[in-house]
């Protein structure tokens, strides 16, 4: 049931070059359920030379066809949902349904870049002579190497590859290790559209190994890469040393700020669902819940009565999945030990849950002091820390502490305290009085340590083109 993955490189799947693989496990029963095959540098050497010749190939076909094609992609990948979603679900651990809407929305992405890459509009500037023409033109960037992670396995890839085949640039994915099948089940959705041999090229194997040879690579012009803030640094300096452009997407630490005037109902049920969803292994994931202390007692009852009744579990009727591996579980433990030993109460969860998996209790702490090491680590798991705050400029100091922006999240009927958060927040994403973030057409990225760049909406799109000015007279 569950498929081993391959490499695919110039439009075939292949095993790696050498023939080695790597186990992956699933995280509900520790079990090995297949393999990925584990690319050395001659299955490199051959991905970059595919993804130069698809890169000319590509780059060179009508617009219209390429949107079309993509188009194509999102409409097998529909047809995929259940069986990427079962396989999803084995690998990484979410629920199903979960998975489900993970394959459906990456749909939507596809076909959203399928229509903005026909918008790579260039201008004309007016000249100082009539005799001159001034031209700005939008080219593709060239041949991407991208790193995606485990926590969505399809739809980081996605949002790289379909905004860099809009653009009319080929890619080079190195996928995630531990959730192979569902990535590449998405990648021969392309396939099977048509998508001509080198444009997309999927491989495996060890993530340094690999980054620090395409990276240096002279084929590549661009590097993506969506993970933690310390690899991501690594990555942007070996980038910056090479001179490749970058889009980095890296580690959050989300303040949610709930203000005494907020509807307390509302921001309960969204914030426990988020919260909880992949079990908190989300870069966007509310983390610091800053609780304004008119509200404080009420919102941490009515939040620590709806986490338990989150169903934890593998099956169908689950609410939420384990962590990804053993090591997040460890890391899980640690963070709430040390919140504890700072002072920190547990409201709720804040153990493993015994038996095969790596299954951790939903778990909520209150006031938790500012130097437990939750308050400044991401913590990428099923854990809401909170603490209180008396006045606004009390909030803002908190929210903007620590040195992440990524996304925040504030729930207020102020329409004034709205408009200064608007202003005083630092983050790349601010989501008011919902949860909105994460869509197609909208920005996705990080300010700060949180990484460069975005991944959605028309500003992705740019990352992937370079500018070109073409200054010439005009024969009349
Ligand atoms: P990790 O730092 O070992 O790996 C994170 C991701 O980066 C993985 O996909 C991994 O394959 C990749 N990676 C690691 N070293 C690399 C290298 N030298 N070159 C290229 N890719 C490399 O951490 P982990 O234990 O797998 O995950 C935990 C942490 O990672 C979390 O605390 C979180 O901060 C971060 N993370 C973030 C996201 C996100 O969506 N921004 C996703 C997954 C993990």
Known sequence: MYPNTELFISGRWQ??????????????TE???????????????????AAKKGLAVWRDMCILERSNLMRRAATILREKVENASDVMSLEQGKPVAEASREVLSAADVIDWFAEEGRRTYGRVIPARAPTIQQLVVCEPVGVVAAFTPWNFPINQ????????????????????????????????AFEE???????????????????????????????????????????????????KRITMELGGHAPVIIFDDADIEDAVDILVTSKFRNAGQICISPTRFLLQSGIADQFIQRFVEETKKIRVGANNDSDMGPLINERRVEAIERLVTDAVECGATLQTGGHRIEGAGYFFEP?????????????????FGPVAPMMQFTDYDDAIREANRLNYGLAAYAFTGSGTTENKLARDIESGMLSINHYGLGI????????KDSGFGTEGGADALQSYLITKFITRTINN
Do not use: W
């Open 15 to 28: 095993a790696a070059a050498q023939g080695e693989c790597i186990d992956v496990v699933n995280p509900a």
């Open 31 to 49: 079990q090995v359920i297949g393999t990925v095959a584990k690319a050395e540098l001659a299955d490199l050497d051959n991905a970059l030379f």
């Open 157 to 188: 890839a996605v949002r790289k590859i379909a905004s860099a085949l809009a653009a009319g640039c080929s890619i080079i994915v190195k996928g995630p290790e531990e959730t192979p099948a569902s990535c590449a089940l998405m990648v021969r």
């Open 193 to 243: 559209a048509g998508i001509p041999e080198g444009v997309i090229n999927l491989v495996f194997g060890i993530p340094a190994e690999i980054s620090s040879y395409l990276i240096s690579h002279p084929v590549v012009s661009k590097i993506s890469f969506t993970g933690s803030t310390p690899v991501g640094k690594e990555l942007a300096a070996l980038a910056g040393r090479h001179m």
């Open 363 to 379: 778990t909520v702490l209150s006031g938790v002091p500012v130097n437990a090491q939750i308050m400044n680590e991401e913590p």
């Open 440 to 447: 197609p057409e909208t920005p996705f990225g990080g300010i």
